[in-house]
C-alpha cells in the first residue's frame, strides 16, 4: 500500500515548508482531497456547460413524444349484391393499383345486360317508326291542306260559274216569255186577219155567185184569205217555237239552280275537308310528342344498359390504389350487400406524421421549418421531414364530446395542436416503410427558416 501511495503522481503538492518534519499520512490525505475536488469541479464544468447546451438548444428546439404516422385507408366494399365466386388476395399482401382483389358471380348481371340489349333495340326501333310516322304526317298534312284549300277554291269558282249560268238562264227565260207573249200576240193577229180574210171571201164568193162581185175581187178575196190563213199558221208555228223557248228556259234555270245547290254542297264539302286538313298541325305535334316519348323510353333503356354493364362492370372488384391488404373480411361463398366492407387497402408510401404539440410550443412554429422524426421501429434510423400545416383547432375541439370552457375549468387544461409532418424527399426507405400508428418523437428546430410558406 505504501508502494502504491509513492507510486501515484503528486498533483498540485506544494513544496514542503520551511520547518519541523511533516506528517506522511496527513500528506496523502491532502492529496487525496486535491484530486477529489479537482473531479468534482471537471464534473461540475461538464454539466454547466451541457445544461447551458441543452438551454440553448431548448430555445430553438420543440419536441414531443405525443405523434404518430397517419396515411390513407382506402376501404374497399361491394357495390352489387351477390355471392362471392372467388377471393384474389390474402391478408397483408402487396397489391398495384387495378389488381383483381374480389370476384362476384356475374350471372344474374350478365342476364340483365342482355335484356337491357334487347330493350334498347326494341325502343330504338320504336323511335324509327315514330320519326318515320312524324315525317308522313308532315308530308300528308302540307298536302291535304294544299288539296283542300283548292278543293274550296275550286266549289267556289264553280258556284260563281253556277251563279252566272243562272242569271243568264233567267234572262233567256225572261226574253222567251217576252217573245212568247209576242207570238201569241202576233197569233191572235194573224187569227183576227185570217177570220177577216176567210169571212171576206166568202162574203164576196156569195156576192160573186150571185154576179154582184167581179171576178177579179172575188180572186183577190180568196188570195187574201189564202194569205191570212198562212200567215196564222206561221203566227201558230211561232207560238209553239217561243213557248218551246220558254220551256227550254225555264229547264236551264232549273238545271242552273240545281248546279248552285250542287256547287254549294260541293263548298260545305270542301271547307269540311280543309277542316279536317287544318287539324293536321295537331297531328304532327302528336306525332311529335310520340318521338318525343318514343326518345325517351330509348334514352330509359340506353341508361338502364350503362347500369347493367355499370353492375356486371362491379363484379370485378379492383384495387383502386397501389397498397397492402388489411383487414380482409371476405370469403369465397359469402353472400354480400351493397356498401358491404370488404378489406383496407394502406399505401405505405403516401404517409405522413401527425405530431400533437401543445399550444405552449407553437409561439415559434411555422410551416417548412426542418423536423427530425426518430421512429420507435427503426431507433438507429433517424428521418428528416417539414412541417407541412398546422391544424385549425385543437384536438379537444374537434373530439366526439369537446369541452364547454364557458362553465370555468377548477385546472387549466394545456391544449395540443395537431401538426401534418411530411417526410423530406429522399427519406423514404423500401426497407423502413413508415406504417399507420407508428410512434416518432418529433423534434421541430424552430430557430431554422422555414424552405417555404403554405399555411400562416
Not at 201569241?184 to 187569227?191: F, I, L, P
Request: glycine content about 6%.
Amino acid at each position: 500500500m505504501s508502494d502504491e501511495l509513492a507510486s501515484e503522481p503528486q498533483l498540485f503538492e506544494s513544496p514542503p515548508p520551511p520547518g519541523p518534519a511533516r506528517n506522511p499520512v496527513a500528506g496523502r490525505r491532502n492529496g487525496r482531497r486535491r484530486r477529489v475536488a479537482v473531479v468534482l469541479i471537471g464534473l461540475a464544468v461538464v454539466a454547466a456547460a451541457y445544461g447551458a447546451y441543452a438551454y440553448v438548444w431548448s430555445r430553438s428546439h420543440e419536441e414531443t413524444d405525443d405523434a404518430q404516422v397517419e396515411g390513407h385507408i382506402h376501404a374497399v366494399s361491394s357495390h352489387v349484391a351477390g355471392y362471392v365466386a372467388q377471393v384474389c388476395v390474402e391478408d397483408n399482401q402487396l397489391v398495384a393499383a387495378g389488381d383483381v382483389l374480389v370476384r362476384v358471380r356475374s350471372d344474374d348481371y350478365e342476364a340483365r345486360v342482355a335484356l337491357a340489349e334487347a330493350n334498347l333495340t326494341q325502343a330504338e326501333a320504336g323511335l324509327a317508326a315514330a320519326e318515320s310516322t312524324l315525317d308522313v304526317t308532315r308530308g300528308s298534312t302540307a298536302a291535304t291542306l294544299t288539296q283542300a284549300r283548292a278543293g274550296v277554291q275550286q266549289a267556289e269558282a264553280q258556284l260563281d260559274a253556277a251563279q252566272r249560268d243562272a242569271d243568264s238562264a233567267a234572262s233567256r227565260l225572261t226574253a222567251a216569255v217576252a217573245g212568247q207573249q209576242q207570238a201569241r200576240s202576233q197569233a191572235a193577229a194573224a187569227q183576227a186577219e185570217s177570220d177577216y180574210a176567210s169571212s171576206n171571201h166568202r162574203r164576196i164568193a156569195a156576192l160573186h155567185a150571185q154576179n154582184q162581185a167581179a171576178e177579179d175581187e172575188a180572186q183577190l178575196a180568196e188570195s187574201n184569205a189564202r194569205a191570212a190563213a198562212a200567215r196564222l199558221v206561221a203566227a201558230s208555228d211561232a207560238v209553239n217555237l217561243a213557248e218551246a223557248q220558254a220551256q227550254a228556259a225555264r229547264h236551264a234555270v232549273d238545271s242552273a239552280k240545281a248546279a248552285i245547290a250542287v256547287a254549294e254542297a260541293a263548298i260545305e264539302t270542301q271547307k269540311g275537308k280543309l277542316a279536317d286538313a287544318l287539324t293536321g298541325p295537331d297531328q304532327v305535334r302528336v306525332a311529335e310528342a310520340r318521338v318525343a316519348l318514343a326518345r325517351a323510353t330509348a334514352l330509359s333503356a340506353q341508361a338502364q344498359l350503362d347500369l347493367a354493364r355499370i353492375d356486371l362492370a362491379y363484379c370485378t372488384i379492383t384495387a383502386p390504389v397501389a397498397g397492402v391488404v388489411s383487414t380482409r373480411s371476405v370469403e369465397a361463398g359469402q353472400y354480400l350487400q351493397p356498401g358491404q366492407p370488404l378489406l383496407a387497402l394502406v399505401p405505405l408510401g403516401d404517409t405522413w406524421v401527425l405530431a400533437n404539440f401543445k399550444e405552449t410550443q407553437l409561439h415559434a412554429m411555422r410551416v417548412g421549418q426542418p423536423v427530425r422524426l426518430h421512429v420507435d421501429a427503426y431507433p438507429d434510423h433517424p428521418f428528416q421531414g417539414t412541417i407541412d400545416s398546422l391544424a385549425a383547432g385543437t384536438g379537444a375541439r374537434f373530439s366526439l364530446l369537446p369541452p364547454e370552457n364557458a362553465t370555468g375549468n377548477f385546472v387549466k387544461v394545456v391544449q395540443r395542436v395537431p401538426v401534418k409532418i411530411v417526410l423530406a424527399a429522399g427519406q423514404r426507405d423500401p426497407q423502413r416503410p413508415l406504417r399507420a400508428g407508428l410512434n416518432v418523437v418529433v423534434t421541430v428546430d424552430t430557430g431554422a427558416p422555414p424552405a417555404a410558406t403554405t399555411q400562416p
